[in-house]
C-alpha cells in the first residue's frame, strides 16, 4: 500500500480445484464475485457447481452452501454418491450446507403484491454462517425465474442478493440454462446480467460425437484464455482439457537412453533423449510395434519400467507378436516391469482417453511410454482436440522425465504424411520414418532420422531387414533418390557423380 | 372457524408494514368474528423459521388448517388474496369495500 488509499482492489482469484479449470481460467474464479455459469441440459451445470463447493471443502477447507431450486437435497446427494462425494458427512462435519429452495409442489404460490428475496438473503447468510461459509453455489436461477414469473421484479432482487453475497464476501456460482449450444447466452436473457463472470459450458455433437467444452465468455476486470476447450465428465468429476502454451516449457535433459537397436543409436548420435518424445511414421506393416516392442525391452534391459498403450491390437496379438520376436510380454508383465493397457479407441471420447492415459502414467509412474498408435486417436476426434490432447499428453509425459515412443501409421503404403505427424512434428523431438522401397523388382524397407533435436544424427536412409529375431538395420541405400518425397528414381554411376 | 396465519417479513420496511396491516385488516373486516390467529416472523430475526417453511420471497402469508395456502407479496391486490385463501364470497357477503390499497415499494 501506498500513501494514496486504495480505493479500488485488483480482482483476486479462488483456485476452484477442478482440474484443468484453474489453467484456463488463469488462476482461478474471482473471488468474492458472481459467476455465471450456462449450459444446455446435461452439459455438466450442476456437476460444475458441486465440485466448486466439493474442492473448496476438499483442497482448501473452505466450506460452502448450496442453494438448490430445482433438485431436492436428497436427490442431490445421491447423484454425486457415484463421485464418492458424501455430502451428508460435509454437512455432519459442519462443511457443507443446503438452502432447499426446490418448489413445494402441495402449495401454489400466489403473487399478491409486490415482494422481495429477503427471505431467501437470510436463510443463505444463516446457512452460511452456521458452516463459516465462502462459496456460495445457486442452482438453477433460470428455474426460479421460470417459478416467480416477473422478471423484471426478478432481476432487482437477484442483483440485490449478489451484491449483499459479495459484500459478506462469498465468491458465488450460479446456474442457468441455455434453450442451445450457440444462440443467446440464457434462457431468460436475465442471469448473464446479474453476474460479474459468465462461463459456457457445451455438450456439442460434432461428426455424430458427443463433445463438451468450456468457454469463458465474460471476466470482469481480469484476464482468462480464450476460446473453447474440450473438457470432459469421468468418474472423479468434471475436468478440462487446457490447450497448455505454458506447459511447454520444460528442461530438456541431455542424458541418453538405449532405442533398442544399437545401430538405430548411432543413427541418433546415441541415442534418443532421457524425455524426448519419438514418433515413429511408417505405413502399416513397414515396423512400427516392432520398433515399440524393442524400445520396451530397450528399457527394460536397464532396468526400466515400462509403460504400453495399445489401441490397435489386442493384448493376445501382442503376446502373440512379441513372442515371435523373442520377447515374453507376459512374463514381463508378472514381474512388474512391463504395464500393458490394451483400449479400443471408440470405446471413449478423447478426452476420457487423456484422462486414463495420464492416470495410468501417474499410477504406473513408466520411464518409458509407447503409444501404438498415436494416428487411432485421431479418428475419434477433430483435428482442433487431436492437437490438445497430444500437446497435454506431451506435456504430461515430459514433465514427468519420461521417455516417450508414439507411432503413426502413415495413409498409403508409399509414405507420406498423415494427419497425427502434421499436428504433432512440432511437438516431438525426434521423427523416425519407415518406409518401402521399391528397387530393382523387390519391395525393401528403409528406416532414417529425419529430426534428432538437440543433437547430431545421420542423413542416410538405411535399408532394414525383419526376421524372427527382430529387425536388423543395415547399410544405407546407395543409387537411389526420392525414396522419401516424389517418385523414386535410380541413379547412373555417372549421375550420382554430379550431386 | 379458525383461522391461523404466519406471516413472514424481513425487517420493518414500508413492505413489511403495509403487509402487516393489509393481513390486520383482512382479520378485522372479513374474518370478524372468527378465530383470526396472526404471527409475524422476520427472518431477519429468525432465518432458520424461514429455512423450516422453505420460504423464499417476503411478505409471504402462510394459512394453515386443512387447506394450507401460501401466498407471497404485500397482500395490496386484496381480489388475489381473497382468492387464494377461498374466501372471496365472504367478501361479496358483506358487501364492504375492504383493505385499503398501499403501494410501498420496500
Redesign the interface.
Known amino acids: 500500500m501506498g500513501e494514496v488509499e486504495r480505493r479500488a482492489r485488483p480482482v483476486e482469484k479462488i483456485a476452484t480445484g477442478i482440474p484443468g479449470f484453474d489453467i484456463v481460467a488463469e488462476g482461478g474464479l474471482p473471488e468474492e464475485r458472481s459467476t455465471l455459469i450456462a449450459g444446455t441440459a446435461g452439459s455438466g451445470k450442476t456437476l460444475f457447481s458441486t465440485q466448486f463447493l466439493v474442492e473448496g471443502i476438499r483442497g482448501t477447507g473452505e466450506s460452502g452452501v448450496f442453494v438448490t431450486f430445482e433438485d431436492t437435497p436428497e436427490s442431490i446427494r445421491s447423484n454425486v454418491l457415484s463421485l464418492s462425494w458424501d455430502i451428508e458427512q460435509w454437512e455432519a462435519d459442519g462443511k457443507w450446507a443446503f438452502?432447499?429452495?426446490s418448489p413445494?409442489t402441495?402449495?401454489?404460490?400466489?403473487?399478491?403484491?409486490?415482494?422481495?428475496?429477503?427471505?431467501?438473503?437470510?436463510?443463505i447468510?444463516?446457512?452460511a454462517s452456521k458452516v463459516g461459509a465462502r462459496r456460495i453455489v445457486l442452482d438453477s436461477l433460470s428455474a426460479?425465474l421460470t417459478r416467480?414469473n416477473d422478471d423484471i421484479a426478478m432481476r432487482a432482487e437477484l442483483q440485490h442478493v449478489m451484491t449483499e453475497l459479495k459484500r459478506d464476501g462469498m465468491t458465488i456460482v450460479f446456474t442457468g440454462e441455455r434453450p442451445e449450444n450457440y444462440g443467446p447466452t440464457t434462457r431468460h436473457g436475465i442471469e448473464e446480467y446479474i453476474a460479474d463472470n459468465v462461463i459456457i459450458l457445451r455438450h456439442v455433437l460434432v461428426e455424430e460425437r458427443r463433445r463438451r467444452t468450456v468457454e469463458i465468455l465474460k471476466y470482469r476486470g481480469t484476464s482468462h484464455q480464450n476460446g473453447e476447450f474440450p473438457a470432459t465428465i469421468h468418474d472423479k468429476g468434471f475436468l478440462v482439457v487446457p490447450l497448455s502454451a505454458h506447459e511447454l516449457t520444460q528442461k530438456s535433459s541431455t542424458k541418453r537412453i538405449q532405442s533398442g537397436d544399437e545401430t538405430l543409436d548411432a543413427m541418433c548420435g546415441g541415442g534418443f533423449f532421457r524425455d524426448s518424445i519419438i514418433l515413429v511414421s511408417g505405413a502399416t506393416g513397414t515396423g512400427k510395434t516392432l520398433m515399440v516392442t524393442q524400445f520396451l525391452d530397450g528399457g527394460i534391459q536397464n532396468g526400466e519400467r515400462c509403460l504400453l498403450f495399445a489401441f490397435e491390437e489386442s493384448r493376445e496379438q501382442l503376446n502373440r507378436n512379441a513372442l515371435g520376436w523373442g520377447y515374453d510380454f507376459e512374463k514381463l508383465e508378472a514381474e512388474g516391469a512391463l504395464r500393458i493397457v490394451t483400449v479400443y479407441p471408440h470405446a471413449y471420447t478423447l478426452e476420457d482417453h487423456l484422462v486414463r492415459l495420464k492416470r495410468e502414467i501417474d499410477e504406473f509412474e513408466p520411464d518409458r511410454v509407447a503409444i501404438d498408435s498415436l494416428s487411432a486417436l485421431e479418428r475419434i476426434s477433430t483435428s482442433r482436440g487431436f492437437r490438445e490432447f497430444v500437446t497435454n499428453l506431451t506435456a504430461h509425459i515430459k514433465r514427468r522425465e519420461v521417455a516417450g515412443l508414439f507411432t503413426s501409421t502413415a495413409p498409403t503404403l508409399a509414405g507420406g504424411t498423415s494427419v497425427t505427424e502434421k499436428h504433432i512434428s512440432t511437438i516431438t523431438d525426434t521423427i523416425i520414418l519407415l518406409r518401402y522401397i521399391e528397387s530393382g523388382g523387390k519391395v525393401l524397407r528403409g528406416v532414417t532420422v529425419l529430426k534428432m533435436r538437440g543433437s547430431w544424427h545421420e542423413k542416410e536412409i538405411r535399408e532394414f531387414t525383419i526376421d524372427g529375431e527382430g529387425m536388423h538395420i543395415g547399410e544405407p541405400f546407395q543409387h537411389v533418390t526420392n525414396l522419401l518425397i516424389g517418385p523414386m528414381r535410380h541413379l547412373s554411376e555417372g549421375e550420382e557423380s554430379l550431386l | 372457524m379458525s383461522y391461523q396465519f404466519r406471516l413472514y417479513v424481513t425487517g420493518r420496511t414500508a413492505r413489511s408494514l403495509n403487509a402487516i396491516s393489509n393481513l390486520q385488516r383482512l382479520c378485522e373486516e372479513v374474518l370478524a368474528g372468527e378465530d383470526c390467529g396472526v404471527e409475524v416472523v422476520d427472518v431477519l430475526d429468525a432465518p432458520e423459521r424461514a429455512e423450516e417453511d422453505r420460504i423464499l420471497t417476503t411478505p409471504t402469508l402462510v394459512m394453515e388448517g386443512a387447506h394450507p395456502r401460501r401466498l407471497t407479496g404485500d397482500l395490496s391486490d386484496e381480489a388475489t388474496v381473497l382468492r387464494a385463501l377461498g374466501l372471496t364470497a365472504r367478501r361479496e357477503h358483506d358487501g364492504n369495500s375492504g383493505p385499503t390499497r398501499e403501494r410501498g415499494n420496500g
Open positions: 438452502v432447499d429452495a413445494i402441495s402449495e401454489d404460490a400466489t403473487v399478491a403484491g409486490t415482494f422481495d428475496l429477503g427471505a431467501l438473503l437470510a436463510r447468510r444463516h446457512a426460479l416467480m
